[in-house]
């Protein structure tokens, strides 16, 4: 509350004191006000920054979920891979096995041949 200076001039000393506490009592008050206003906006903030954090956290538990499965799937592609290439490197052996066979037939037939025509 300003005091106007023609008021203060006809003012008595109890009115002028009365004015005075007035006025701090209101400038107490706007003070009190301006302190629950800063704790507003500081629990605002805090709340606004814990929402960040948690959007955060659940970004980052995505991309690991997301980084998980990828590198789950490139481990069962590897796992199947090497198995697709032990099954063909088996498949070979077991045809090397029958080709030798094979060999091994014909030519006790050809040496049988030739031993039967040597006679």
Not at 25 to 45: D, F, Y
Not at 74 to 102: C, F, G, P, Y
Not at 109 to 114: K, N, P, Q, V, W
Request: glycine share 0%.
């Amino acid at each position: 509350m300003l005091l106007d200076i023609d008021d203060t001039a006809t003012m008595t000393r109890e009115e002028a004191i009365e004015s005075v506490l007035a006025a701090e009592k209101a400038a107490e008050r706007a003070v009190e006000r301006c302190k629950a206003e800063a704790a507003q906006q500081i629990q605002a903030t805090r709340q606004k920054a814990q929402r960040i954090t948690d959007r955060a956290e659940h970004r980052i538990a995505n991309i690991h979920r997301i980084c998980d499965q990828l590198t789950s799937d490139q481990v069962n592609r590897i796992e199947q891979a090497a198995e697709d290439q032990a099954k063909q490197l088996l498949s070979h052996q077991v045809d090397l096995t029958v080709t030798a066979a094979i060999v091994e037939k014909i030519a006790a037939m050809l040496t049988e041949d030739i031993a039967g025509k040597a006679n």
